[in-house]
T-cell receptor, first 113, second 108 residues
Framework: DVKVTQSSRYLVKRTGEKVFLECVQD?????MFWYRQDPGLGLRLIYF???????EKGDIPEGYSVSREKKERFSLILESASTNQTSMYLC????????????FGPGTRLTVL | GIQVEQSPPDLILQEGANSTLRCNFS?????LQWFHQNPWGQLINLFY???GTKQNGRLSATTVATERYSLLYISSSQTTDSGVYFC??????????FGTGTRLKVLA
């Protein structure tokens, strides 16, 4: 079975802090994704990566950056957390293109005070 | 870009009842996925269904790509079916667009 893990289930940070969310997949998938989920808005793509060191902006990249130094790990970075970044963050991976299934991690519920 | 709409937005069922969830999309697609998000937030793949019908236990899905919709059927619902159901369609080579989901609550 594909396993996607995220570093924290719950996280509380203060405004202005630098926040790192880590995601690891164990199935040698090429593609990895970060989404945020907010009530009434569904899942919105922040960034994705289709190869090591490669990244592409999604629909809402402002205020975020990402890092993919190893194939299995994809990090989401909030350089200076703000209260409007309080949300559920979901990581996903897939083998190749959108012809393949996406597998999701358990999510990180981030609260910025 | 492609638009994805799901209906109904909310659904409450008594245990044992059947239901049909709908996903409409605005452009032709070459695949579609259905997911279930449990009350703890985990999204689980249910179906990868570009066309036709698939069944998995009490759940089945049908995609009619030419008419741009997909249906998810839940029969003999159980309380463990509660959660949010999402459909997602591809947008380009790597990205998926998700619908806003159907929130299902099954009462014992």
């Amino acid at each position: 079975d594909v396993k996607v893990t995220q570093s924290s289930r719950y996280l509380v940070k203060r405004t202005g802090e630098k926040v790192f969310l880590e995601c690891v997949q164990d199935m040698d998938h090429e593609n990895m994704f970060w989404y945020r989920q907010d009530p009434g808005l569904g899942l919105r793509l922040i960034y994705f990566s289709y190869d090591v060191k490669m990244k592409e902006k999604g629909d809402i990249p402002e205020g975020y950056s990402v890092s993919r130094e190893k194939k299995e790990r994809f990090s989401l970075i909030l350089e200076s957390a703000s209260t409007n970044q309080t949300s559920m963050y979901l990581c996903a991976s897939s083998y190749l293109s959108t012809t393949d299934t996406q597998y999701f991690g358990p999510g990180t519920r981030l609260t910025v005070l | 870009g492609i638009q994805v709409e799901q209906s109904p937005p909310d659904l409450i069922l008594q245990e044992g009842a059947n239901s049909t969830l709908r996903c409409n999309f605005s452009d032709s697609v070459n695949n579609l996925q259905w997911f279930h998000q449990n009350p703890w937030g985990q999204l689980i793949n249910l179906f990868y269904i570009p066309s036709g019908t698939k069944q998995n236990g009490r759940l089945s899905a049908t995609t009619v790509a030419t008419e741009r919709y997909s249906l998810l059927y839940i029969s003999s619902s159980q309380t463990t079916d509660s959660g949010v159901y999402f459909c997602a369609v591809p947008s380009g080579t790597y990205k998926y667009i998700f619908g806003t989901g159907t929130r299902l609550k099954v009462l014992a």
